[in-house]
């Protein structure tokens, strides 16, 4: 799986290098490329940004930076002979869950584009979807500084899930939202501590017993903090 990413710090995706997506790419199961947006500029001051039509406050990112460096990107897909997806994080898009982590996990190419200020031209979204897919996705409710933060925890979510990348494949299945429900709590050595013990079922040895025990924590737990899962 390839993925790109385009932002005006590109040092922040650094850390791609280290756990389990570092050696993930070691092994070849990532190609993760990161580009700087201000390398596609061409004066002086590397400007990215200018002001709103219309007025406002704030600075909105120029579409030609954008249009270079997505247009290098999307032709070495189209020499791959690969069908892209272009993902812009954004408050304004459709909520990130796992059930999109688990859709993304199976492109080929997904490209990344971080925004930042207001956030980037309407143009290029509209361009870039000639070129490929579009989604403009949200990690929540909430307004960040940029793009960057939510890109390194999609890019994260959905890198875990290709094939490889994690070493027991059965850890992912009974992971919280998986199922629509919440993970159910874990314990291991010692039996006792600190005066807090585990829950006799876990040591009965009773699959059956555990099981159940599992699912209806699942399910108490998710009544509890996540209502709105059950809703659904």
Known sequence: MRIDVVTIFPTFFDVLEVSLLGKAREKGLLDVRVH???????????????????????MVMKPEPWGHVLDGIADASDAAETDPVFVFPSPAGERFTQATAREMAHEQHVIFGCGRYEGIDERVFAYAATRGRVRLVSLGDYVLNGGEVAAMAMIEAIGRLVPGVVGNPASLVEESHEDGLLEYPSYTKPASWRGYDVPEVLLSGNHGRIAQWRHDQQVERTRERRPDLLAD
């Open 36 to 58: 700087d947006l201000r390398d596609a500029t061409t004066d002086r001051h590397r400007t990215v940004d200018d002001t709103p039509y219309g007025g406002g406050a704030g």
